[in-house]
């Protein structure tokens, strides 16, 4: 069922891909698709191109317009029905009228086929008339291809073939010659001069390569958005957006927007996370300062004592508000602190281990571990904690509780930068004086 409505949504976007053609905007369109859609392409360089109303009428084109390519008329008899065979120009939109006449004493329904097709079967066939007089009939039989009927693979000259049959002992057969592309857009000049050297030229304009746009291909997309390269050109190297994203067009970074912290991912700085920024500069001597408050250092960085309940907030998208870091410190060894940043751009640490005793007494409440933990884990904790011996399971594992509460569902998807904030060692915890007690 799936793959049902998997093909039917492909099917309605290709449907949908292939009839817009004709609503671009005129001045988007190539020759051939000027063509498709019924258009008048004028092939004076500089001058606009496509015109989708009759552009000979308001004679806005100084030169000739592209005529389509028109394939000799046939006409052949036949013995009971005339002609038994015709070939006739079929243009986009246009309906072009057949006479058949046949031998018949009275009116007959003539059966209209289309048998064969080297585009689409989306043609309009239909009786326009028929007249008797003695013992001989005439149809006039009518043919309009829609905008729809040459898809992109469609050539200068395209057919459709129609039998005509009233019961006699011969069918008449029509071929419509159907041009689907421009006769010029055959000759290309690649690479052309004309076109910057960033686009082909035919039919009086250019069609630029990728990256490229204007009357001339003289515009570099990439250029004129303004962005700054940030990523190497070849080969493409996976830490590349600070693995916090990925290259795209016109070399710039598109951060993800799914992993914890993606809120403060610095699009602008090759997708830079909170925790680079705040080693990245030169506040990463805000992480070695006792000191509570604005960093003196750097005023970017405010220092709060680590208070726990606080590092589960989240925000109005349910995205942790404080993300936790990782660093080593040069003469000191590895820290762990939590940060968040607000929309003026401070950022504000929270210490969680410091490798420095003197910080972390400072910095780190002693006392915090068990209470909180206890806070966290509820009311099972509570029931947990009359026997020590498994609050000290509790404490070494992931909080098997509440398991219906949407904060923990997704716990492992999202941390993906590793650290439960609510993991402890079991070294700390059996260190913690306040063990005995619970
Ligand atoms: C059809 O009609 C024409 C003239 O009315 C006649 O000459 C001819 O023989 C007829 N053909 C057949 C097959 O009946
Ligand atoms: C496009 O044309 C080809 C024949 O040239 C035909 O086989 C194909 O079905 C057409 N595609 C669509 C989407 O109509
Ligand atoms: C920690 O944060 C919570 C929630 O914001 C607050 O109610 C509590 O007073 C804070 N604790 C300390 C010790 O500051």
Redesign the pocket.
């Known amino acids: 069922m799936a793959s049902v409505w998997f093909l039917m949504v492909v099917l309605i976007s290709v449907q949908k891909v292939f009839g817009d053609v004709c609503l671009k905007d005129e001045t988007e369109l190539t020759c051939n698709e000027c063509m498709r859609c019924n258009g008048d392409w004028c092939t004076a360089r500089g001058s606009k191109h496509c015109y989708l109303t009759t552009a000979t009428e308001d004679g806005t084109c100084p030169s000739a317009l592209e005529k389509p390519h028109i394939e000799k008329e046939v006409t052949k008899p036949g013995?009971?029905i005339q002609p038994v065979y015709a070939e006739r120009t079929l243009l986009i939109n246009k309906p072009t009228k057949i006479d058949i006449t046949y031998?018949a004493s009275a009116k007959m329904a003539p059966e209209l086929k289309m048998v064969y097709s080297t585009q689409t079967y989306n043609v309009e066939l239909m009786e326009y008339a028929t007249e008797c007089s003695?013992?001989?009939c005439t149809s006039t039989i009518q043919a309009k291809a829609a905008t729809n009927f040459c898809n992109v693979t469609g050539g200068i000259s395209e057919y459709i073939e129609v039998t005509f049959d009233v019961g006699l002992s011969e069918k008449a057969r029509i071929k419509y010659n159907v041009p689907c592309a421009c006769p010029c857009s055959g000759e290309v000049e690649t690479a052309s001069v004309y076109c910057s050297k960033n686009g082909d030229f035919s039919c009086g304009a250019c069609t630029c390569n990728s990256g490229w746009t204007g009357e001339f291909c003289e515009i570099n997309i990439c250029s004129k958005r303004g962005d700054v390269v940030q990523c190497s050109l070849n080969p493409r190297k996976p830490d590349e957006c600070s693995g916090n994203g990925y290259c795209s067009e016109c070399e710039t970074c598109i951060c993800y927007t799914d992993r914890e912290g993606s809120q403060y991912f610095d699009q602008e700085n090759n997708c830079e996370d909170l925790c680079m920024s705040i080693t990245n500069g030169d506040c990463e001597d805000c992480l070695v300062t006792d000191t509570l408050g604005e960093c003196n250092k750097c005023s970017e960085i405010t220092i709060e004592k680590l208070n726990r309940s606080l590092t589960d907030e989240r925000d109005f998208k349910n995205r942790k508000v404080w993300v936790s870091c990782k660093a080593d410190l040069d003469d000191c060894g590895p820290i762990e602190y939590y940060a968040r940043q607000d929309e003026s751009k401070q950022k504000y640490v929270m210490m969680v281990k410091h490798c420095n005793e003197i910080i972390s007494e400072a910095l780190v409440p002693s006392e915090t571990k068990v209470p909180i933990i206890l806070g966290v884990l509820g009311i099972v904790a509570a029931v947990a904690a009359v026997g020590g011996v498994m609050l000290w399971k509790h404490l070494n594992a992931v909080p098997p509780v509440p398991l219906n509460d949407p904060q923990y569902q997704n716990i492992d998807a999202e941390d993906c930068t590793g650290e439960n904030p609510l993991y402890k060692p079991p070294t700390s915890s059996f260190k913690n004086p306040t063990y005995g007690k619970w």
Do not use: H, L, R, S
């Open positions: 013995v009971a031998n003695g013992d001989t």
